[in-house]
């Protein structure tokens, strides 16, 4: 689409959200269908597929026995990475990680880490010796908008199912599991867009190129946020701010209902 | 267990997943997957599941790179880290690189190039899961998602491996059989309307008789996996009002093709686009 | 000792390094200590020590990925090797390109780039010592550099960390307090004029209650780092003739930014550079 | 050369094949000269230089103590990487590998690793702890064609005169040798191009360049093959095929008399 | 600049350096003020801050305890690596590292090395198990000219300050040190210019651009050379360079002062 | 032994490979041995073996960063993984592109640049074995391989290493020599013409007075050198009709470069080509 037709666009998308309508008949802070399944891999040791409309997206976990590090011989530990395959839109290119998937990767790591679901103790094999490192990968099937909490879904949902596998000595049993990891905690993340003065929730991918400000918030549970990230060329007023705050901890309340 | 594992094809002729030896894996072809594509596809082949993508033809990038008289195909072979029992680097490694030069190949011998001067038609293909064949099937897939953008091709290629363990020849080889310690594996693809090979592979080892005997079976192999292709393919295209052009109409375009390498004229080729490959 | 650690506000109101809750650390800056530069600034910010650059704008490098609408930001946070307990490579890490994408975002915020279509303005900012909130003073030098360079902004860019620690809400975390068991980490920036929010992060398990309560000291530690700002251009500019708009002048511009992202019309915009922002 | 005349030679080597005629007099399943020398590097502890016309590789093995994988704990490895030097034609380009030269080292790779002629469990220092890596590393020197066959000829003639350095405790002994690696067979790999309707063995760099489609087929003894590789954006008919996997063994049998 | 100004005023340098005269009346082999500070970064554990003219870079070492090469299982490294800060000029980039940096820490790093005034031997903890490795780190804030002595300076002037952390087992105490890294030389690297017929020390940047051949010579003391570089595309009569051997040493003296 | 190896000059002034302190190994030049390249040479240096191979001048890639006054070299050093006792990654290492540069400079300075603005000459050096003084081998080389090419030179380059071991100034070190306690090494290169010196790099401790000395048995080693290159030129160029300009007639030349980096008028080069240069 031309630069001029885009403008056109967002024209139109600001005026109809002042007017408290979207695109596709949601109310501001209403979610596309949502559908989760775990059919995607017999490989991952824990998967799951999410698809918030048509945004789709997969996450697989393995786990690896490895060595801990030196100051924290006790603990396991577990990566979230994201990544823009070029099959899921003519916006990404095959290459190496941009800007753009490294925040999504790392703001999707820290909604899952500092919620504390996961006791990274459990992850220790042997003290010193032994602990297990969990990759949680997310490939983004087609682009629609709102990756951010497509993917923090997925990445949730994923672990939720996963398994460490059979060790025989530092060797994995291929195919053979021992024990499920365990989430205290269900984070959630949801994520407001600004688009004009107004401000809505899970932007599909037009409402998305045409809000300027993005802002991400984590919840651990019904009562606590866990972790946030502002993104976007635009801004929030702290007034705009608060009542972010305020409906993502109702609406992930909601959304936690569906893992 | 042990002594069983060496059994390949037991006495009543039947593999250890119970396949006869020239049966392949239950293979599922689902259409427009990725709504943001050209065209697209999903497929299960076994355990094997791969999404691919057909974007394009688009201008070439970088510029100075595209070829002024035809399309280039780019072709890319990607595993999911979890789509194997071994993490993998999500990294993309030598082993994905070939296999993503020799796939795009195949598929620049079946597409009409010489249409698209000074563009590239972006081919990506991502496996999630995996057992043996995985590069088959990705080719598999890919075909149907160009059908499915609608890319003009002169046949559908159609894709399986074939092979030995045990000592058996035997089509739509699984992990198991191609880690037998005699295994063959050859994945082998055709345009499926003339049986001439775009895609062969090898490693193992095998005599004369054994491997035009094991052709012939991934020949037959093929066109199974042809007649899925074209099933899936009639769904979509059901209303389409062109007939589907018969083996016998093709074969004229065949002599062609062994016999030259230069671009067919575009009069020739116009009847040949997404339905009228079935 | 141990049990010393634990307790990061003592019976008199004071923190490990002899502060107050809403106290931030101390904060030096230098204008203009990077001759080749545009403009730029040298700051201290308690440990933390930083300098930063500006380079242009100038003409957009790919040329074909300029925005031929407005300028674009190059933000670049990079740390040196020694600016940290452990040693750090090199190389930038994933953590410094994604600190570099949120502070370049907030700048953009303020900087009228549509004065300056398909040009880059390019900044640089290098931490050489470190001791918790080194973003949030990158952000504030490389604003002041902003304004040495004379590139014309709404406003300047003020910002600070505020947090939580063993329970107390409190303003300017350092790496103790960053390091409690209970932490909170809140790096955050506004335009120092309107208070809008251009950068926000979190870290750590918080209530909304307490969440907004530290919202507040934020935004008034934000207004402390501003007088140091202003402070120190007032210096550079003091035989400007023009008048600094006070917070009042701003109001009508301020209602608008919330409004409406579209860019402004230029003649709103002419006397909004330099010292102007003091 | 414009694309114009190339289109032009194409048609000329295209209708001379037809005819039966190469280039250079030769029949369609001639090789050129093949010279193998061996004096290219006194540091490798096994090297060859050979020279198909005027196609010149080198090749040169070194071995490495190092630890074996965990799931191979008595086996040593063999790998075989070509770089394609800027200095051996104005086509290649110094930087980084590129599909070319990673399909070439894999090619060349399989055909030695499929033949099975290395014994890796006789790569094994000590089980468990310590094995030999051999690194066969090629460049090619003069690019005139059929790199495929002269890099593999180079590798198992290098492979040939290769010989374990001498080991102190886990060093090396600089300069001093105990044993030579023994090959139980000698994989050859024979390479055919189709140009036009025609296909020819050995091609030369303008035959090459007028082919479409390239089939390449190790035999590691007189009667087996044991792999394959086809390349190109053209096809074989199966018959073709068969012709091929014929004259590989036919004509594997004559090189292998040169090794 | 456009290309044609530089041109004028290349021939302007020349003919003024002709008659003796440079751009800031410096004599030929006069040095720019030189300021060496150290107080940079308190995470450093040692640093210095050396400002040549406008020219300013800073140096920062780190010690990170680690295994000692099989060979020399009594010695530690150091190892001197320079980045051109894309902060520090409009004429550098970010991006890895490219030919001017990569032979400017090497220069730099042998300009130290080979003064032999550091015993590798000392910086051993236990035999075949724990050593240093120095990191010698520098970054150019400002590039006005002549960073090969600028950075040299700042190296030394970083290592004489250097401390071992104190170490419990092999974790570094953070923080805390044991004692000081003794250099028993104090080696200072002087680099000249040639532009045009004339031979200048310590160029600013318009007489290094306008230069087209420049010698960098280390002293490790007042009577002995350590090291040397010639760099540019231009050339030094041996007589030119015997004069610049005197002066490298008379000058060295002189500057070691400042250490 | 261990003695023995102390010992680098014997009493009859013979160091361990035999040669007196004033010797070079034996050197060997074929040229023309790379077909493609536009000229080429391999060179045998006591172990030392070399191919060079020079392509262009052509067009320079990017286009953006050509000279539009003269010709670029770009130099590749390169190592083969083979070509050292211990197996060298194959990738290019910071070494090999430090010596890239010198030596691309030290050959910058022999070339008439001037005749092909815009232009990029490639000279690509590849090292198959080696034991001390590859680079001015490769230097070496690739002078010859220029000639070979007819690239208009003000003079060939010719190169040698010098240096001193246990307590000796010798010429042409071999690794046995590089490696003893008090080595010196130091590479050097010369327009065989003018020796004017154009590549110079020392390692080790060394006094004014010995450097001196050791110069001068660097200049009279590159002349040997000198020697060899112009015997293996002249073979090739038997029949060329000009006369070889004596070291007297580039005399002129010769205070030219030292007095002034300004192109020469091209009217003043025009007899400097391949053979002439002997």
Same sequence: chains 1, 4, 5.
């Avoid at chain 2, 496996?127 to 598999?140: E, F, K, P, Q, Y």
């Avoid at chain 2, 035997?170 to 594996?185: C, F, G, R, S, T």
């Avoid at chain 2, 050859?186 to 004369?208: H, R, T």
Wanted: charged share 30%.
């Amino acid at each position: 689409m031309s630069e001029i037709l885009w403008e056109l666009q967002t024209d139109r998308i600001v005026s109809d959200l002042k007017a408290g309508k979207r695109l596709d008949n949601r109310g501001l802070n209403d979610y596309r269908k949502i559908e989760i399944s775990h059919d995607v891999s017999e490989n991952a040791d824990g998967c799951a597929r999410v698809k918030l409309g048509k945004t789709d997206v997969i996450a697989g976990v393995k786990f690896v026995p490895g060595e801990p590090y030196p100051d924290m011989p006790d603990e396991g530990s577990i990566s979230v990475g994201v990544e823009l395959l070029a099959l899921a839109s003519p916006d990404f290119e095959s290459g190496p990680p941009r800007e753009n998937s490294i925040e999504l990767s790392r703001v999707v790591d820290r909604g899952v880490r500092e919620s504390k679901s996961i006791d990274f103790k459990k992850l220790c094999i042997k003290e010193g010796e032994l602990v297990w490192i969990g990759f949680v990968d997310l490939y983004v099937l087609n682009y629609d908008g709102n990756l951010f909490d497509a993917c923090s879904i997925a990445a949730v949902a994923a672990l939720k199912k996963a398994r460490f596998p059979k060790l025989d000595g530092k060797k994995i049993v291929k195919g053979e599991y021992s024990s499920e990891i365990k989430l205290s905690k269900i984070p959630i993340m949801t994520t407001f867009y600004k688009v004009g003065s107004s401000i809505v929730m899970d932007a599909n991918l037009v409402e998305e190129k045409a809000s300027n400000a993005r802002l991400s918030i984590s919840c651990s549970d019904d009562k606590t946020m866990c972790a946030m990230q502002k993104g976007g060329n635009g801004s929030f007023t702290p007034e705009e701010v608060s009542k972010c705050v305020e409906l993502a901890l109702e609406k992930s309340k909601e959304l936690r209902k569906l893992l | 267990m042990k002594e069983e594992e060496n059994v390949y094809v037991n006495k009543h002729g039947k593999r250890i997943d119970n396949r006869g030896i020239d049966e392949i894996r239950e293979i599922k072809i689902t259409i427009g997957v990725i709504p943001e594509a050209s065209g697209s596809a999903y497929l299960e082949w076994g355990q094997n599941k791969i999404y691919a993508a057909v974007y394009g033809p688009n201008e070439f990038v970088p510029k100075h790179s595209s070829d002024p008289l035809r399309a280039q195909v780019k072709f890319n072979y990607r595993m999911a880290s979890f789509s194997v029992p071994d993490r993998k680097n999500p990294k993309p490694g030598r082993r994905e690189i070939e296999i993503s030069k020799v796939l795009g190949e195949a598929l620049e011998r079946t597409i009409f190039l010489e249409r698209f001067p000074g563009t590239q038609i972006e081919v990506e293909t991502h496996i999630v899961d995996s057992n043996a064949g995985s590069r088959v099937a990705a080719l598999t897939a890919a075909s149907v998602a160009l059908a499915d953008a609608g890319i003009p091709m002169r046949s559908l290629i159609s894709a399986c491996g074939v092979g030995k363990a045990g000592g058996h020849l035997i089509v739509d080889l699984n992990k198991h059989e191609e880690d037998a310690p005699d295994a063959v594996d050859i994945p082998l693809a055709v345009m499926a309307n003339s049986n001439e090979v775009v895609l062969l592979q090898m490693d193992g080892l095998i005599s004369k008789e054994e491997f035009n005997e094991v052709m012939q079976k991934g020949l037959t192999a093929c066109q199974q996996v042809y007649e899925k292709q074209k099933a899936v393919l009639k769904e979509k295209f059901l209303d389409a009002e062109k007939e589907v052009p018969s083996k016998e109409d093709l074969s004229e375009e065949k002599n062609d093709l062994n016999g030259n390498s230069k671009p067919e004229a575009p009069e020739a080729m116009d009847s040949m686009q997404g339905g009228d490959l079935l």
